[in-house]
């Protein structure tokens, strides 16, 4: 597999303030990401069942292929993570990885 690189310049804009849970919500998240070619998506993050579950249903709406890392993200209990990660998420994330098995897949992919 081919090595990507991807870069910002300085004059690039990836989001515009945004109001309620969603990074696309009112940016221009998903204009700059479909502009670079990016349709894969890692998720991480606080308020797992707000920001995070907003996010990623929003960018699978939208098309991407999003990836939740399950052990960086946050929320203010058990049972707000134990909702997004046992009912929620499995819905709309192509993968639900722990840090250790994402960097693993990642590895992979790069041999």
Known sequence: MADVTFRLDRTDVIALEH???SGFANTD???QLKKHGIHQLIAIG???NTYIDSRIRHAAELGYEVTLVKDAIGGFGWDEMKATLELNLPNYARAIFSTEELI???QK???
Do not use: E, F, T, V
């Open 19 to 21: 109001w309620c849970s």
């Open 29 to 31: 998240l998903d204009l």
């Open 46 to 48: 606080l308020r797992a």
């Open 104 to 106: 693993a897949a990642i």
């Open 109 to 111: 992919i790069s041999d």
